[in-house]
DNA sequence: GGGATTTGGTTGGGCGTCCTACTGTTGGAT
DNA sequence: ATCCAACAGTAGGACGCCCAACCAAATCCC
């Protein structure tokens, strides 16, 4: 039973449209809403995909950075400032690929502190299928021309840097 | 948060620029990883901002949602709908707003199937107090001007009816 | 009426993310 | 030379999301 009206303005979930009648900054909160909501759709439409390969996206993309890194390995703390996650994310994935076979945990040969991580023959396969997978539905990204993707791209990138998710120290 | 892991450089994801480089969907995939990211950031900043009222995001949506209801109170399916979450999801946010006594649950009158969620006195001023908290930084979405946010809604709201978001509400 | 189906909600489990706290290691400052 | 602050990684816990399975109630339908 959907509610039928033509267009304009159900695209807002109640919540956001309730404020937008009664309190101040709704297009932020509209934004932040839809932000919220896409996110969660995109999730679900990528496991979904790489659910048959045993994957997750967060499993898949330390895998794709592993393939595209020279020597297919590299140090925990590295694959945590590339992928962004708390040193503690890393070693919940790692482990769970590791206890696939799909990488191996190795010592850093002059720094005893670091673990190296570096990719099976395994991993490589499985990843290869995955992004199979994961390009076939466009990585659930649907409803935009190339020319709105780019200016999508352009928008997040945007608020990525005002809140200081590049340029931080190196 | 973000802070914890400075990046050294670059706008896009080391991963998606090796995309960019050897694989096709390059800029489908930049978008992706920049929706995956920005809803990490807000989340942070919101949560952040919600931490010293005992509040997370989800929870304070659902006291949003009671708080704008006709009798400040609603049916759990009602609010999954709503708000767009699994029924698991509903009863873990439920139990623990009934936890901190911010609303209560209640047999419905005619179908005693449903469990109706009210919200009580403390729920609504601790509503109160953490809008102000979040509006106060702007839900943790900073970087663009107006334009661009209403520019941001409406591509991803796009995306969203794409994906048949709005298609069943009933 | 009475069985089959659908619906509302909960339980248990898996996964991902973060936080705090802790062990070792490194390397600079004194 | 030694001490100590910073760093790399892990353990344990909280929270959120989902799925599968389940019970109870309502509804469909013969």
Redesign the interface.
Known sequence: ???HHPLPF??????AQ??QE????A??????T??????????S??DAALRPHGLT?ARY?AL??LV?SRQGSLPMNVM???????PTSVTNIVDRLQADHLVERNGHPTDRRTTVVTITEAGRQRQKAA?VAI?DI???????D?T??????A????????????????
Chains 1, 2 share one sequence.
């Open positions: 039973m959907a509610s159900d695209p807002i979930d109640r919540a309730l404020w009664r309190i101040g900054p297009a932020t909160m509209a934004a932040v839809n932000i919220m909501r896409v996110q969660q759709i995109l999730q439409s990528v996206f993309e794709v950075l595209f945590g400032q590339r992928l962004q996650l708390h992004t390009t466009d990585f659930g990204l649907i409803g935009l190339d709105q993707t780019v200016q999508l791209t928008l997040l990138t945007q608020v990525r840097r005002a809140a200081g998710d590049f340029n931080q120290s190196s």
